[in-house]
């Protein structure tokens, strides 16, 4: 039972540069989330989904892109990364009655 | 915005000490959850808090939530050094419980 797997785990990226972050869960979980974590700044969400096709914008958004085509993977897009966004990325996924099981992170360093 | 805010920041203790966390909020709280990061790792979740004045426990853990909902806390009870890391409560979103607002989170440090 794998849970929720995030690729890559760790990714250098040069300002301008565009990338993808993959997430896959196997729980047949509705919600999934995208997260970034910043020293003292815990948890920000950036955008989530409510079931398979939807997207929605959370507190820190721009800049960012996400897609659910299948109710398993939801991704997330830097279209052009900048130093900003430098940090930990956490992938969540949770059905309506428990909490959160998040993936194991991706590092993203933009230079 | 909905904010929920947690104290302390830090906290070190001595190995066999008791540690408590705060979590609050300016407007009444809906459903308390609790998690914990280790260092280097990711979120767990620890528990789920619903109604006015509920407490659970897990083992040296104890959750509560507050009578009138404005607050939460978790206490451990003689700490080790496996509860090194950082405890987070979230709450849910005024807007739904889709999502869940995080507080800043605790870190704690445990002392041999």
């Known amino acids: 039972n794998a849970g929720v797997t995030q690729t890559p785990k760790f990714r250098v990226l040069k300002t301008g540069q565009s990338m993808t972050l993959l997430c896959a869960q196997d729980?047949?979980?509705?919600?999934m989330y995208w997260y970034r974590q910043d020293p003292g700044m815990g948890l920000r969400l950036i955008h989530y989904?409510?079931?398979?096709?939807?997207?929605a914008k959370g507190e820190v958004p721009d800049g960012y892109n996400v897609s659910r085509l299948k109710k398993q993977n939801f991704l997330l897009g830097l279209e052009s990364a900048a130093p900003s966004q430098t940090s930990v990325y956490f992938c969540?996924?949770?059905?309506?009655?428990?909490?959160?099981?998040f993936g194991s992170g991706t590092r993203l360093t933009v230079v | 915005g909905q904010q929920v805010m947690q104290i302390p920041q830090y906290q070190h203790v001595q190995e066999g000490e008791d540690f408590t966390t705060y979590c609050n909020s300016s407007?009444?709280?809906?459903?308390i959850q609790w998690y914990k990061q280790r260092p280097g790792g990711h979120p767990v979740f620890l528990i789920q808090?619903?109604?006015?004045?509920e407490v659970k426990k897990q083992k040296r853990l104890t959750f509560q939530f507050g009578e009138a909902k404005k607050n939460s806390s978790l206490h451990i009870t003689a700490t080790q050094t496996t509860d090194v890391g950082t405890y987070f409560c979230?709450?849910?979103?005024?807007?739904?419980?889709?999502?869940?607002?995080f507080g800043t989170g605790t870190r704690l440090k445990v002392l041999a």
């Open positions: 407007t009444t709280l809906s459903n």
């Open positions: 969540a996924s949770r059905d309506s009655s428990y909490g959160y099981t």
């Open positions: 989904s409510v079931g398979e096709g939807t997207t």
């Open positions: 979230a709450d849910a979103s005024t807007s739904g419980t889709y999502k869940y607002i």
């Open positions: 808090l619903v109604k006015s004045g």
């Open positions: 729980m047949n979980h509705e919600y």
